[in-house]
C-alpha cells in the first residue's frame, strides 16, 4: 500500500518549494541489537521516498499490535540512515515502551507500516565548513545522516558523543568514518558534566574552529551549546525530541514555546520542526 500526503503548505526544507509524505509498508531487512538497551531497524524502502530524505527529518512508525502490547499510535522516529544505493532506511531507537517493544519483535520479512519523510531538517550553509556535532543517547541517530551529508560537502567535522558509559556509546565508527574527529563524554567519567565539556570545547570556539553547531538529545547539552554559541557568536541548530500523535501538525500535542526577536511564540516539533534555530529553543 502506497499512500501519498501533500505537506506543500509545511515551511518548506530549503532546497524544494514543496515535498509529499508517503505511507508505506516496506519490509524488515534486519532488525539488530546494538547495546542492552538499543536497536537498529533496517528497512527495504523505494526509490521515490529515499530521494526524499533529508537529515534531521523523520518516519511515524506503526508499531505492530501484539497479543501482549496494542501500541494506539504511532511512534515517531528520525532517519539514521539514508542508503540509496541499496534502497533500505535505517532507525536507532531505544526500547522502552509497549512500542518500542513491539517494534523489537519484528523480524527479517516482516512488514511495517511508516509514514514519512516528515518534518524540516538541517541546513549546512555553504560559508560552514567546521561543525560541531553534540548528541547523547538516541540523539546521535539523529546527527548521523546529517555527518554523512556534511562529509559530501567537504566540511570538516567534530563530534562529541555523550552517554551514561563507555558501553553505551554509539556511532563511532560511524562519524570517523565521515571524517569527523571524535571525542567521547561519559557520565560514568564525570565527563559529560557540563562543567567538564565547556572546559573542553571553549578552546574550539575561542580559535575559530567552529562555524555552526548542531545538537540533539539533552536539555543540559541544548542549554551549554546555546551559552557558547552566545558567547562566540556562532549559529547553531537543534532537533527537538517530542511527543506526537499524528506527526502531521493537524493534533497539536508537539507544541512547544520558541524565543522569537516578536517574543514567545508556539510551533509544532512536527511540522515547523523537528530541527529548529538553537538560540529560539526553550529548555525543558
Sequence with gaps: MTMTLSTSDCAPYPDASSFHAFETDPEVMSNAPVNREYRLLTLAAPDHVLALCRPGQFFHLLCPALQEEAPFLRRPMSIYGIHRDRGA???????????TRSLARLTRGDRLNVLGPLGNGFIIQPSWKNLLLV???????????????ADSLGCKMTAVCSARSEEMLMSLALFRQY????????????TSDPAAMRAMLDP??????????????????????????????????????????????????C??????????IQKRVCREGPVFDMAEAVGW
Excluded: W
Design 179 to 190: 571524517g569527523a574527529r571524535v571525542s567521547t563524554v561519559t557520565d560514568s567519567a564525570g
Design 204 to 253: 574550539l570556539f575561542a580559535r575559530g574552529g567552529i562555524d555552526a553547531v548542531y545538537t540533539c538529545g539533552s536539555n543540559r547539552l541544548l542549554l551549554l551549546l546555546q551559552e557558547l554559541a552566545q558567547d562566540h557568536c556562532v549559529p547553531g541548530q537543534v532537533a527537538m525530541e517530542q511527543q506526537m500523535a499524528c506527526g502531521l501538525g493537524m493534533c497539536q500535542c
Design 89 to 99: 532506511l535505517s532507525f536507532l531507537y531505544k526500547v522502552t515502551g509497549s512500542g
Design 135 to 149: 548528541a547523547r543517547g538516541v540523539g546521535l541517530a539523529t546527527l548521523a545522516p546529517l555527518a554523512r551529508e
Design 255 to 264: 507544541v512547544r514555546s520558541f524565543r522569537t526577536a516578536d517574543g514567545t
